[in-house]
């Protein structure tokens, strides 16, 4: 549910920011390599380093205002 919120979102935001999506299970190094223990887990990346993140599914305006104070 939250992927497809977030394609909404970026479609909306027009190009503001690139949303990338990982599968874990084919990417099995990468959860540790940035400490993810649960799922979904989003972060927020400029300049190649993490700036937020957030866990779990949150409402859509939550995540409208997230992006707002990040980019």
Sequence with gaps: ILG???EQIA???N???I???MSIEE???IP???DIMSIPAVKMFKNGKIVDEFVGA???QQIK?????NL
């Design 58 to 60: 949150i409402p859509e």
């Design 15 to 17: 190009g503001k920011f």
């Design 11 to 13: 479609s909306e935001y």
């Design 65 to 69: 205002d997230w992006l707002d104070k």
């Design 32 to 34: 540790a390599k940035f």
């Design 4 to 6: 497809h919120v977030l």
């Design 27 to 29: 990417n099995q190094d």
């Design 19 to 21: 949303l990338a999506k």
